[in-house]
């Protein structure tokens, strides 16, 4: 057979991540990633684009026409109104953004790296060294999460500091908590790739460990990160906005940050002052579920159990060329193509 | 005709997949008769199990179906279309006018029930009324019925307290125990033994001679059909290519396609000539010398551990092929690791290219490596899904041959898959994209990429079909003359191993009972298993197959007394 067609290479644009899940959704679950990618997207392009977009700077009391005046309600100079201490709100919602997306990349990408490695070495070796690390993150998981941050916060910089420390220490507090999760999904997949024939393959070839933990296992591994890390980075978000809430977030003149907004706009929910509250609480709630939902899609596209399809007519689509023996009368040597489409029969 | 338990016509079955509709079943027609052993045969991907899980309703919600699938009742007093029915319907009719064999009894089963439990959950499905007490006792009669012994105990028995064979036994006995008309088996031996093949196939044509029950029986194994079908149904790409009964298909199939199934089967004594083969030097140092080797797997704490090999001794001269066969648990997949070093030995000797294997170090191993190659059983699992195949076949010179550049691993990659009949295209795809015979070529040629002295292969074939695993043999052999290498052959199937060995070595509970060459060893067996392994194995032609039948009660029966 001359006219092999087999599966045509998938552009590039198909394999990446976030895209090809998007291309093969359906009904519902395209719906929910694409309200998630779209708030997500919003919420990042507040964040890069904060200095541009906010009216007055994060610190800022006054301008030319003198102070703002603390707890003013919503105006046409300052439509969220102002805070207790006198700021903006809305400019201190948009700076939040990046405050948070800051937070947000340096937690994930510290705890990415020291998860994946410990976990692929740990679920590779075996062993005492697994047995121990294994030990240390369940040890880890036991703690509430926001406390151990709280600790760690403490330790780093006494509780407070400016903006380059406020967020190193936020984000290093959450990463304590994200590594365990990075090392857990790494070491697992990593102990069941090593028992595929594939890595048995290359032992028996004699390949060095690192190759075959750098060639063949770490790259099948990484497929759940993309789903890990969207779930993650939410909960960064949610983590930060709490130490902050408790006061040990970052001081207000060194950035902006939601959570310190919501402590200060406590006192004036109860004294009829709703503005101060809305905006970072709003802030929070939506980037928290468009991370969320673009995380909880991820999921349900790369399980195709649970990916929804189309139902198609019984008497239609092509007979897929799934016979070894290539069509029968025209004699020929080579195969024909055994096509994966057909994997709903072989479930 | 009327009388038909089953009829199906022009049965469509459609699933939708990320690529598109996809089309498994086309047109379909085909009538079992009462009391009649239907055979479905057909490669995998031809639609035989889609046909077979449609008579119960049992497609996934991916799937859609037209056409009509009638189900009488064995009384013929009630008839309804699969398809259209409502649900509490089918419920009904699953279990008392048609149930199933699944493949593995292992998964069929829930282990944490009794079997006693599981049998009376389905008669208490169906009748909501029936007392505990009544419930099992049908029960413990059922599994009487289907040849458990001492059934009053074991019906309290879990799944995992049963063999392998007697699991299957477990699960035919749920399937009879409403009395259904028909009963759908697929591939009801597929996962067992040869020997405790044979012990199954007599119950399911018990089934149909005591119970008298109709069989729909789904295999891509010949001989099975040989040995239990009435009437054959051949599918190829989701048709029907042709029905006839079982005696006049084997004698005279009409089909190309038939032709070349039928063709395809391995029949021992029908070894594939190479010319110009080298012949095995025996004089020289042997390649592989196993004396009085054991292999042990560590138990659990305070456990002894489990023998898998136990004082086994052989050797493999240069350029011969040695055929190592065996049911599975029986250990020749252990000796095979054993020799690429993945397992450790535990005790005795086994001297590998001059290497001692007992108590090796990878380090000093590592220069050996390179003069072994191995093929692995599963295609789907030993290509990193990752890498082209291009990069999969050229690992070994990465490893071994720091010196040669890029240009020069790509021109003997492509010599290579030109080796083992691939395209030259076919370099730059990933593994998915191959079928399973495509990507154990290519495991093949990633075996023999450095020109190694032996080459271990471990069931290379068995999970291929008929028509694929010939020409992967024949490719075999035609290597092995051509290079000259050494080869340890590890294959449950004896026609197989006949077929490509100088010398064959049975292997039975980690001991070798019986080696020689393959006339020595199948022409004229001498140790009772060997015998009874041999007369198991069931042959593709009704006629044969029945006397090979009476040959093996008389066997068995010799053994019992």
Known sequence: MTTQTGTPRRSLLDRLPILRQLRQSYGIQRGMLIAGLAITIVFAIVAIFAPWLAPYGYAQLSDDNGGFGAQQPPSAAHLFGTTVGGFDVLSRVLWGAQTAALVVIVAVVLSIFIGVILGLLSGYFGGWIDRVLVVICDAIYAFPSLLLAIVISIAISGGRSNLIGGILTAAMSITVVFIPQYFRVIRAETVRIKAEAFVESAKVLGASNVRIMSLHVFRNATRTLPLIFTLNASEAILTLAGLGFLGFGIEPTAASEWGYDLNKALADVSSGIWWTSIGPGLGIVLAVLGMTLVGESLNDLNDPRLRGRRVVAADSGEMVETSVVPAVGTHDASEGDNDDASEGERQ | ?561
């Open chain 2, 1 to 561: 005709m009327s009388n038909d338990i089953l009829q199906i016509t022009d049965l469509n079955v459609a699933f939708s997949s990320d690529a598109g509709a996809v089309r498994a079943v086309d047109g379909v027609s085909l009538t079992v008769g009462q009391r009649e052993v239907v055979a479905i045969v057909g490669e995998s991907g031809s639609g035989k199990t889609v046909t077979a899980k449609t008579i119960l309703g049992l497609l996934p919600e991916t799937a859609t179906s037209s056409g009509a699938v009638v189900v009488r009742s064995r009384e013929g007093d009630r008839e309804s279309d699969v398809i259209s029915v409502s649900k509490n319907r089918l419920r009904q009719i699953r279990g008392d006018d048609v149930s199933m064999v699944f493949q593995e009894p292992s998964t069929a089963l829930n282990p944490v029930f009794t079997v006693g439990w599981q049998i009376a959950e389905g008669l208490r499905a169906h009748n909501s009324k029936l007392k505990r007490s009544e419930a099992r006792t049908r029960a413990i009669d059922i599994l009487r019925r289907v040849g458990i012994p001492d059934p009053e105990t074991r019906v309290d028995y879990f799944p995992h307290q049963f063999s392998g064979g007697q699991k299957q036994r477990v699960v035919i006995a749920m399937a009879l125990v409403l009395d259904p008309g028909l009963i759908v088996a697929d591939e009801p031996t597929t996962a067992l033994d040869v020997t405790v093949q044979a012990e199954i196939l007599d119950l399911l044509r018990r089934c149909r001679d005591e119970f008298d029950t109709s069989i729909v029986l789904i295999t891509h194994n010949m001989g099975v059909v040989a040995d239990l079908a009435d009437r054959v149904v051949v599918m190829y790409q989701g048709e029907v290519v042709e029905e006839n009964e079982a005696r006049a298909l084997f004698a005279s199939p009409k089909h190309d396609y038939t032709k070349k199934l039928l063709g395809a089967v391995p029949r021992i004594g029908q070894s594939i000539e190479v010319a110009d083969r080298r012949a095995p030097d025996r004089e020289a140092t042997p390649i592989v010398e196993a004396t009085d080797l054991h292999i042990q797997y560590p138990g659990r704490l305070g456990r002894p551990g489990f023998m898998a090999v136990d004082g086994v001794s052989f050797r493999i001269a240069p350029g011969e092929v040695l055929g190592l066969v065996g049911e599975s648990g029986s250990g020749k997949t252990t000796i095979g690791r054993a020799i690429a070093g993945l397992t450790r030995v535990t005790g005795g000797s086994l001297q590998v290219l001059g290497a001692e294997m007992n108590g090796v170090k990878e380090r000093s191993f590592k220069k050996q490596r390179s003069r072994i190659g191995f093929v692995f059983q599963d295609p789907a699992s030993s290509f990193n899904p990752l890498l082209s195949i291009e990069d999969c076949v050229a690992e070994p010179f990465r490893v071994h041959r720091r010196d040669m550049t890029d240009a020069q691993i790509e021109a003997k990659v492509a010599e290579l898959l030109e080796a083992v009949q691939l395209p030259r295209a076919y370099a730059k795809r990933f593994p998915h994209e191959l079928s399973g015979g495509q990507r154990q070529r290519a495991s093949l040629a990633r075996g023999l990429a450095l020109d190694p002295e032996l080459l271990i292969a471990d069931e290379p074939t068995s999970a291929l079909d008929v028509s694929v695993q010939e020409r992967v043999l024949e490719l075999f052999a035609e290597l092995q003359g051509e290079l000259g290498f050494a080869a340890l052959f590890i294959s449950h199937d004896l026609a197989v191993v006949d077929i490509l060995s100088d010398r064959i070595a049975v292997m039975y509970h980690g001991r070798i009972v019986e080696d020689g060459t393959g006339a020595e060893v199948l022409g004229n067996p001498t140790d009772p298993y060997t015998q009874r392994l041999l007369a198991s194995l069931p042959v593709p032609d009704p006629a044969e197959q029945e006397v090979r039948r009476t040959a093996l009660a008389a066997i068995i029966a010799e053994e019992r007394a």
